[in-house]
């Protein structure tokens, strides 16, 4: 059984940059990691990858060749990748004794809400080599500022959930960068634990733009309510104690945390609330995370 993440998000939300730290974190902590690049349209890794979607199709060659534009050109190698999944597979095989993988998916949301052709790949993934998988949806923690971005990555955020139909963890990246961006209407938890959405609705009516759509918004924030699945947790990429608190959360989601373990029902569900120590903390302190890491924009 081989476990790992599917990252996702929109551009900027800091894809890339978060599977160049956690990989680095995991390998502080012992696990053997394999990252794969699937977005043709990354040119430029910071990290070293062991499978890279371009060693089949690129995505300047696509746009050339059939005069799309980059959105389009994403989603024909999408479409490619899917027809051609025997390739990833072939490519994956090796790494599934001792790996954890993460797969770094391009950041054009239309792939994971509207077209089928990513969730296709990994759904075929998971059946054919018996995958562990959580969706990792990235939002960029500077929405918070703004009333009408926040509901919309609300939005964004439910509709890839009921899409993908994954193990699922949203993060608000970047979180250590929120100050910058001016004071929040509300304390963070309002935004991470996605409460009363009603308080928006004052905030958006001072905004001319907003208040021409105040009944699709209340309507829309209706749908996030009524669905009451959509919360976030943060991340700050650089703080080692960040990084392994969403770690914890994504090993629940996907399994991890039983993994080699036989025991009763009763004792899965003690193992799956109590609080765990990590390998991490055992680690001599000169191993320290901030010092390996480097943060790439």
């Known amino acids: 059984m081989v476990f790992g993440q599917v990252v996702i998000g929109p551009p900027g939300s800091g894809k890339t940059t978060y599977c160049n730290g956690m990989s680095q974190f995991l390998k502080l902590i012992g696990r053997k990691v394999a990252v794969i690049n699937l977005d043709p349209a990354n040119d430029s890794l910071p990290y070293e990858c062991?499978?890279?979607i371009e060693d089949l199709i690129k995505?300047?060659?696509?746009?050339?060749?059939?005069?799309?534009?980059?959105?389009?050109?994403?989603?024909?190698?999408?479409?490619?990748?899917?027809?051609?999944?025997?390739?990833?597979?072939?490519?994956?095989?090796?790494?599934?004794?001792?790996?954890?993988?993460?797969?770094?998916f391009p950041g054009?949301?239309?792939?994971?809400?509207?077209?089928?052709?990513?969730?296709?790949?990994?759904?075929?993934?998971?059946?054919k080599l018996n995958?562990?998988?959580?969706?990792?949806?990235?939002?960029?923690?500077?929405?918070?500022?703004?009333?009408?971005?926040?509901?919309?990555?609300?939005?964004?955020?439910?509709?890839?959930?009921?899409?993908?139909?994954?193990?699922?963890v949203n993060v608000l990246s970047k979180i250590d960068l929120i100050e910058s961006?001016?004071?929040?209407?509300?304390?963070?938890?309002?935004?991470?634990?996605?409460?009363?959405?009603?308080?928006?609705?004052?905030?958006?009516?001072?905004?001319?733009?907003?208040?021409?759509?105040?009944?699709?918004?209340?309507?829309?924030?209706?749908?996030?309510?009524?669905f009451s699945i959509v919360n976030f947790t943060t991340l700050d990429i650089q703080d080692k104690e960040s990084v392994g608190n969403l770690v914890k959360l994504i090993d629940k989601s996907n399994g991890y945390i039983f993994a080699g373990i036989d025991a009763s029902a009763v004792e899965f569900s003690k193992i799956a609330v109590r609080q765990v120590d990590w390998d991490y903390y055992r680690y001599p302190s000169h191993l320290s995370f901030n010092s390996l890491y480097l943060y790439n924009m």
Not at 108 to 127: C, D, P, R, T
Not at 182 to 192: E, M, Q, R, V, W
Not at 201 to 212: E, G
Request: negative net charge.
């Open 108 to 127: 054009q949301v239309e792939l994971f809400f509207l077209h089928s052709n990513a969730k296709n790949v990994v759904m075929k993934l998971i059946k």
């Open 181 to 226: 961006y001016g004071k929040l209407s509300f304390n963070l938890d309002f935004y991470t634990d996605v409460q009363d959405l009603s308080y928006l609705q004052h905030h958006l009516d001072q905004d001319p733009r907003s208040a021409k759509f105040r009944k699709l918004t209340k309507e829309l924030c209706d749908v996030i309510e009524d």
């Open 50 to 52: 062991a499978i890279n």
């Open 131 to 168: 995958l562990r998988l959580t969706a990792v949806h990235l939002v960029d923690a500077h929405l918070c500022s703004d009333p009408a971005k926040y509901v919309s990555a609300l939005i964004l955020s439910l509709s890839t959930m009921l899409h993908l139909e994954l193990p699922h």
């Open 59 to 104: 995505l300047s060659d696509v746009m050339t060749e059939h005069s799309l534009g980059p959105n389009g050109g994403l989603v024909y190698c999408m479409d490619y990748l899917e027809k051609n999944i025997d390739w990833l597979q072939s490519k994956l095989e090796p790494l599934l004794k001792d790996h954890y993988l993460l797969f770094d």
